[in-house]
Nanobody
Framework: QVQTVESGGGLVQPGGSLRLSCAAS????????MGWYRRAPGKQRELVAR???????NYASSVQGRFTISRDNAKNTVYLQMNSLNSEDTAVYYC?????????WGQGTQVTVSS
């Protein structure tokens, strides 16, 4: 079973940037599509960015142009560069497989956007 560990979250002011990392263990993820998901307070978990095993990316409309997903298969790691953050981006961020989230969910990393 693939497990993920997310890191890189924190408190940031509106307009700021963060880079999240997702380290996977238990299997090589190079053959997996991967996604970054988030759960905001009082809301369901949603997919915000995905990357195929060939590197094709796609984003939710709410983050398009501000977030960039990438992967380093040699490090078994997926990243999420987040720019121009706003309060609506406040959430716990997780990574998992895409299109099917078959990996064990990690603890996630908290992102709080506030002045």
């Amino acid at each position: 079973q693939v497990q993920t560990v997310e890191s890189g979250g924190g408190l940031v002011q509106p307009g700021g940037s963060l880079r999240l990392s997702c380290a996977a263990s238990g299997s090589i993820i190079s053959t997996y599509g991967m996604g970054w998901y988030r759960r905001a307070p009082g809301k369901q978990r949603e997919l915000v960015a995905r990357i195929s095993n060939s590197g094709r990316t796609n984003y939710a409309s709410s983050v398009q142009g501000r977030f960039t997903i990438s992967r380093d298969n040699a490090k078994n790691t997926v990243y999420l560069q987040m720019n121009s953050l706003n309060s609506e981006d406040t959430a716990v961020y997780y990574c998992n497989g895409w299109p099917t989230a078959t990996m064990t969910w990690g603890q996630g990393t908290q992102v709080t956007v506030s002045s």
